[in-house]
């Protein structure tokens, strides 16, 4: 497996999982970017299939997938913009300024979001075992707060205290965690 810092595989099957990898991770990003600048959801559509299908194209000649990130945020502000023009007659389109500030922007911002995301995956790592499965247990679809606090025999304001504590904790860490890399 190839790893994102890597340049690209030499073999079409490794390049082909290179991309795939790489655009499952940053593809919520890049769907929040396009839905930014784009008036409706069927035009989202349009565009995420437009840059997938030109990312693809145009991926062998990215020497460096960590630029993965930039790189396909790139390709997704020409592709609005080619969007753009041919629904030029539409009064809810930006204009070309405004989306390439926003591109700009949303490149900048997933990077923040993923480093985010690792500090908070080494500060949940920190925590003690319990509180580490009890924070992760808060947030899981299928579990109710009033769940949790009947399996640990506590009350529900007990427990909202406990994770507040908790998110307090995470909160702090990741603040010193982000201070240290930049």
Same mark, same amino acid.
């Given at each position: 497996?190839?790893?994102?810092?890597?340049?690209?595989?030499?073999?079409?099957?490794?390049?082909?999982?290179?991309? +795939?990898?790489?655009?499952?991770?940053? $593809?919520?990003? @890049? #769907?929040?970017?396009?839905?930014?600048?784009?008036? %409706?959801?069927a035009e989202v559509d349009e565009v995420m299939q437009d840059v997938s299908i030109a990312a693809w194209k145009?991926?062998?000649?990215?020497?460096?997938h960590s630029a993965f990130a930039p790189w396909v945020f790139t390709v997704a502000k020409y592709e609005l913009l080619m969007t753009r023009r041919r629904?030029?007659?539409?009064?809810?389109?930006?204009?070309?300024?405004?989306?390439?500030? +926003?591109?700009?922007?949303?490149?900048? $911002?997933?990077? @923040? #979001?993923?480093?985010?995301?690792?500090?908070?995956? %080494?500060?949940?790592?920190?925590?003690?075992?319990?509180?580490?499965?009890?924070?992760?247990?808060?947030?899981?679809?299928?579990?109710?707060?009033?769940?949790?606090?009947?399996?640990?025999?506590?009350?529900?304001?007990?427990?909202?205290?406990?994770?507040?504590?908790?998110?307090?904790?995470?909160?702090?860490?990741?603040?010193?965690?982000?201070?240290?890399?930049?």
């Open positions: 497996m190839q790893s994102e810092n890597s340049n690209h595989p030499a073999e079409p099957n490794e390049l082909q999982e290179a991309f +795939l990898r790489l655009w499952t991770h940053h $593809e919520p990003g @890049l #769907r929040a970017f396009v839905g930014s600048c784009s008036p %409706n959801s145009k991926f062998h000649t990215l020497d460096d629904h030029a007659r539409n009064r809810l389109v930006l204009s070309n300024d405004i989306v390439e500030t +926003l591109a700009k922007e949303a490149a900048e $911002e997933v990077t @923040l #979001r993923h480093q985010q995301l690792d500090a908070l995956d %080494n500060c949940i790592e920190k925590l003690p075992t319990e509180r580490q499965e009890l924070a992760l247990a808060a947030y899981r679809k299928e579990t109710s707060i009033r769940d949790i606090a009947n399996q640990q025999g506590r009350s529900e304001g007990s427990l909202y205290q406990l994770l507040s504590r908790i998110r307090k904790q995470l909160f702090q860490c990741m603040e010193q965690t982000l201070s240290q890399s930049s």
